[in-house]
């Protein structure tokens, strides 16, 4: 127990430390984008938010087949926060891409495919949280089957811009990154991933309070 | 393999003979599909002209709906005298029962899209029929994908009571890219200069996703419906 809050309490840190760092690291190393100017910025935040939906998709998927095949709860518990900040960074990803869209394209929103792959991506987690909130009793089991198909959705959103001609920029654009944008940006994804890991952990250990609220509950109410 | 076949055929046969003693789903769904498209005959003609290259979404959006209508109903028959209980309980491949009740909704929606792509192709001057084969395999396709995972969400959802809220809600964004490739491919067709290359394309496109949606569908059937 006193590990895995030293744990909690280290990536809780480094979450901190990168996070607060992020904005005097970007002003200090960031260059300059001539036409787009400060707008360009949002690459940094925008790029490394889709890094974590999918990442999010994958937790959530894996444990959901985990919790379809083993009925171990805790992997329900673990593939309903990360459904969560599915979500959340799914938002984020859709805030900041029209923001970028309307100075490079002209344009808030594109019906490309890379767009409204991910447009449909994100559908499907809202999807998952309103069959969990509205689908009554046994839809733990009916969301971990979405969650699947939504996690097969993945690798397609990802590979979609490059089967396509489209206005969105590939996928080579991140592994060819060079200095000195390459420094900033995977700054801003291992702060992207320690904000994922505290929130993922602290909304796991919500979930994991409730369950033992309701086991003592149903004991109370035994007695 | 022919146990599994054989309980398939009887579930299906099952249901094809429900269906053939009330018509409760062929006329529903047929009607359904046609108001879809009288609706839609009224939002795209204008002065007695349909626009140009409408018909395409006016098939799928008619068929989605129906398909949906359909999906739902087959699984609320199965819950009178607790008929879905005792089809699970029967000592058989519960993937064969799904298999079964999957070939049961896409005959009932094939009968649906004849009569769909008739009435486009009537009030709307289209050339659909022109182009029948590549149309029939992009429609077969993308029934199949469509159905599948249909079929599975109508039999999760079957027991909650917000079934029919539910069904829409996570039966389209899962479905959305095998609609999306059936209208690209449609629109390829009905070009003043059909591009075959583009048809096939959008058709291997549903056929990776048949695939893909059949082997989950048949992989999480049984611990979907598990009690």
């Known amino acids: ?223 | 393999m022919g146990e599994f076949c054989r309980i398939a055929w009887l579930v299906m046969r099952k249901d094809l003979r429900v269906e053939v003693r009330s018509r409760e789903l062929v006329y529903t769904t047929v009607f359904f599909a046609t108001s879809c498209v009288l609706v839609f005959s009224f939002a795209f003609v204008r002065e007695g002209r349909p626009l140009a290259g409408v018909e395409a979404g006016i098939v799928w959006v008619a068929l989605a709906y129906a398909g949906q209508l359909a999906l739902g109903r087959a699984f609320e028959r199965e819950l009178g005298q607790d008929a879905l209980r005792a089809l699970l309980l029967a000592p058989v491949e519960r993937s064969a029962i799904f298999v079964g009740k999957l070939l049961g909704i896409v005959l009932l929606m094939a009968i649906v899209e004849v009569v769909v792509v008739f009435l486009v192709t009537l009030f709307f001057s289209s050339a659909l029929i022109e182009q029948a084969f590549w149309l029939a395999a992009l429609l077969a396709a993308a029934t199949v994908g469509f159905a599948a995972v249909g079929t599975l969400f109508a039999a999760m959802l079957a027991r909650s009571q917000s079934r029919a809220v539910l069904l829409p809600v996570l039966l389209y964004p899962v479905t959305i890219p095998v609609l999306v490739a059936g209208v690209s491919g449609t629109i390829a067709l009905l070009a003043a200069e059909p591009n075959l290359d583009q048809a096939r394309f959008w058709l291997a496109l549903i056929a990776f996703f048949d695939v893909v949606f059949l082997t989950l569908t048949l992989w999480t059937f049984e611990p979907l419906m598990a009690e």
């Open chain 1, 1 to 223: 127990m006193t590990r895995m809050r030293n744990r909690s309490q280290t990536i809780w840190f480094a979450a901190a430390v990168l996070l607060f760092a992020t904005a005097p690291v970007l002003i200090a190393m960031a260059p300059n984008e001539a036409t787009m100017g400060l707008v360009a910025k949002i690459f940094y935040f925008h790029v490394p938010a889709w890094f974590v939906m999918f990442a999010a998709v994958f937790v959530c998927g894996i444990a959901s087949a985990v919790y379809l095949f083993t009925e171990r709860a805790r992997a329900d518990r673990l593939a309903v926060s990360a459904a969560e900040l599915a979500v959340l960074f799914g938002l984020m990803g859709l805030t900041t891409g029209p923001l970028w869209g309307r100075v490079s394209w002209g344009v808030w929103w594109q019906w490309d495919v890379r767009l409204t792959t991910a447009l449909i991506l994100e559908l499907t987690f809202i999807a998952y949280l309103l069959l969990r909130r509205y689908g009554g009793p046994g839809s733990e089991k009916l969301s971990a089957g979405l969650a699947l198909f939504g996690m097969a959705n993945v690798p397609f959103v990802y590979v979609s811009v490059n089967f396509w001609r489209t206005i969105h920029p590939e996928t080579t654009v991140v592994p060819t990154l060079e200095m000195p944008m390459a420094g900033p940006f995977w700054w801003c994804v291992a702060a992207y991933f320690a904000l994922f890991l505290v929130m993922l952990d602290g909304r796991r250990r919500l979930e994991e309070q409730r369950a033992a609220v309701d086991r003592l509950r149903l004991a109370y109410d035994d007695d």
